[in-house]
């Protein structure tokens, strides 16, 4: 959808009316919106939210019918209905409800002929009482949301910084070629001025030869950078895309913000370093990761210990005849109409449940050790980003100086070409040089600008 990409960009009064200006900001505001990067990872919280609605699945209460019947050769051996209702809860204790009605003269002597009703509970009394794995998943699943995030803002930083960093390659491709555009003009003009020149007998004929062969010059590196201009342009439509999921092509006609050349880099606002690396290591979407798993092996542990206790479980149950239990609990609960049971096992060696938590224990000094890596690298990566940016900003504080002198001579040397005390193979030569510097000069406040992003990303601010 064409105008949906159009909302974005804004038109400036002084240019014609067909050019509309892109800006940083606005580019990647339709990266955030509408990239498929961005909506996969978006997918990807959804996915651990509905991992943890799993996994509380497992607390739900479950209703069972179970019915059961048999006859043969004329006699009926049993009939059996029972339904039941189990409710597990977060301490580990399952309440269990239900009713029986076995008929039949075959029924396990075991088994309550006719109607009855219980109602009882199971209490795991070591393995399993303070944790279990049904608690683990619960609560790994809630920490497995805020990983989800991480990672997502993770994916955002890093896509933004290659998109940044395409719209710096595409407003200096810019720049460059209207540079270049310029001093094609400006060489039609002396090409012209020249040939006057030469007719009116004040220039030899070869200076015509010269000054047509510095525009053919200029006009070949003004093809050059019109190709790296389209290329660039492709790259930065490589993240643009529509709110229907199609990729967007920006078009020729739209071009990229220009104020950047004006703005003054020798006073712009850097960041503080040591702000930075503070802000990277609290806040930097890896580290945060890598942090949330260690919460994750660490629950991962508490569970693996619970193998190393003894199982022993308990269970009580009411009993009553009929469909009802008030006379039942008027009864002390050793004495009449109950079932309770005791089930103990132990390991004798308990090798799988060691070596389990064994290496659960090296999984957290594992990721230790990745965290510790991870600061590390963060911070040196932030310092680097920082550097770059006051290696850039005096850069293009010395280029901007000898841009001004570059032009000076060049202005010189051209007056005193129409006075007739220079050549045109010095105006040519000046006017390389400053064709160069211009460029550089370009390219460098580009690389400013960009290093700004950059050392965003380094601290993973970037979104």
């Excluded at 990409?5 to 009316?17: E, G, N, R």
């Excluded at 607390?59 to 069972?64: I, N, Q, S």
């Excluded at 209490?123 to 991480?150: E, N």
């Excluded at 998109?163 to 060489?187: C, D, F, P």
Aim: hydrophobic fraction near 40%; aromatic fraction near 10%; include cysteine.
């Amino acid at each position: 959808m064409r105008h949906l990409i159009f909302a974005f960009l804004s038109i400036c009064s002084c240019a014609k009316a067909q050019d509309k200006y892109l800006m940083l900001d606005a580019t990647l505001d339709i990266i955030r919106k509408y990239h498929p990067v961005v909506k996969q990872a978006s997918l990807g919280v959804e996915q651990a939210k509905a991992a943890l609605t799993s996994s509380r699945g497992m607390f739900d209460p479950a209703l069972y019918y179970e019915a059961d019947r048999k006859t043969f050769d004329g006699s009926s051996y049993f009939n059996f209905t029972n339904p039941s209702l189990k409710i597990p809860t977060w301490y580990g204790i399952d309440i269990k409800a239900g009713l029986e009605n076995n008929l039949g003269s075959r029924v396990d002597p075991s088994m309550t002929i006719g109607k009855s009703t219980y109602l009882g509970v199971s209490i795991p009394v070591l393995k399993g009482l303070l944790f279990d794995k049904r608690r683990a998943a619960v609560q790994q699943g809630k920490i497995f949301i805020r990983m989800s995030i991480q990672e997502q803002r993770q994916t955002i930083n890093d896509l933004l910084q290659d998109a940044g960093e395409a719209y710096w390659k595409w407003t200096v491709s810019h720049q460059v070629n209207q540079v270049l555009v310029r001093a094609i003009q400006v060489n039609e003009n002396r090409v012209d001025f020249v040939r006057k020149a030469w007719q009116s007998g004040d220039r030899a004929a070869l200076d015509t030869i010269e000054a047509f062969a510095q525009l053919q010059s200029i006009q070949v590196m003004e093809r050059q950078s019109w190709l790296d201009l389209q290329k660039a342009r492709l790259m930065l439509s490589n993240f643009m895309w529509t709110d229907d999921a199609k990729p967007y092509e920006l078009a020729e006609e739209v071009l990229p913000d220009t104020s950047w050349m004006v703005v003054p880099v020798n006073t712009y606002p850097v960041p503080l370093l040591d702000e930075a690396l503070l802000i990277a290591m609290e806040e930097h979407p890896k580290l945060r990761t890598t942090s949330l798993k260690s919460d994750v092996l660490e629950i991962d542990r508490r569970s693996k210990f619970q193998n190393l206790l003894p199982k022993l479980d308990m269970s009580y149950n009411f009993l009553n005849k009929g469909y009802g239990l008030s006379k039942t609990f008027a009864s002390p609960l050793f004495e009449n109409n109950f079932k309770y049971g005791v089930q103990f096992g132990l390991p004798l060696f308990q090798r799988e449940a060691r070596g389990e938590y064994r290496m659960a224990k090296i999984k957290i000094q594992d990721n230790q050790l990745t965290f510790d890596q991870a600061r590390l690298e963060i911070g040196n990566k932030v310092r680097a980003a920082f550097n770059e940016v006051i290696a850039m900003q005096q850069q293009v504080n010395f280029m901007q100086q000898n841009l001004k002198n570059q032009q000076t001579l060049l202005r010189a040397e051209e007056i005193k070409l129409k006075l007739g005390e220079s050549s045109l193979f010095l105006v040519n030569s000046r006017e390389n040089k400053l064709l160069e510097t211009e460029q550089k000069y370009a390219e460098l406040r580009s690389k400013f600008f960009n290093s700004l992003i950059s050392m965003q990303a380094a601290a993973g601010t970037l979104r």
